[in-house]
């Protein structure tokens, strides 16, 4: 095997293996939690209240403030679904973003590759991001991102870009309707 591909190997499989370990792990905790939750929940949302501890816990400095309501709720719904249904963790990196922080990434990158139109490849500009308006979410892990590119359309929750497999976007208006919002090569082309 050649050593690019033993070196890849050696980075993938253990993250793998980890993602996969908490990805059980929090159905676990999640389940573990169930009686608890029913104690102090009223109205029959014990599974939601349980499915919010356990990613508390497994996640605990995820900042979902910022965000639309819209996009919040759909965030939760999908989570909840994806971790009771199918096992998979949907975890967020990045939601809202201030103005001052995205114009201070995008003028980072901008320093990095030298020219707006190259910077606009990786960032764009306050003025236009998602991240600024509360309607964008950057999810890990891989497995979990790969879960809402299948199933988000339930939730109004879309892949946006072909280079940010990590990037979705909330788009109430194509819910359900089995269209997609236009999907670009980068952000800012
Ligand atoms: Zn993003």
Request: no cysteine; proline share 6%.
């Given at each position: 095997m050649p050593r690019v591909g033993k070196q890849l190997l050696a980075e993938q499989v253990p993250d793998r293996r980890r993602d996969h370990a908490y990805r059980h792990l929090t159905v676990v905790v999640a389940t573990l939690l169930l009686p608890l939750a029913a104690l102090v929940?009223?109205?029959?949302r014990v599974r939601e209240r349980a499915c919010e501890w356990a990613f508390r816990v497994r996640y605990p400095f995820e900042d979902l403030s910022g965000l639309t309501p819209g996009t919040r709720a759909a965030f939760i719904a999908a989570r909840y679904s994806a971790l009771w249904h199918d096992a998979q963790l949907i975890g967020l990196t990045s939601g809202h973003r201030m103005y001052a922080e995205q114009r201070e990434m995008f003028d980072e990158a901008l320093r990095r590759h030298g020219s707006v139109s190259a910077a606009r490849h990786w960032v764009l500009p306050p003025e236009e991001s998602s991240h600024v308006s509360g309607r964008a979410l950057d999810i890990r892990p891989t497995e979990g991102a790969r879960w809402l590119e299948h199933h988000g359309d339930r939730f109004g929750l879309y892949r946006t870009?072909?280079?940010?497999?990590?990037h979705f976007e909330y788009w109430?208006?194509?819910?359900?309707?089995g269209r997609q919002p236009p999907r670009r090569p980068t952000p800012g082309h």
């Open positions: 929940t009223r109205g029959g870009y072909d280079n940010e497999w990590w109430p208006d194509f819910r359900g309707t």
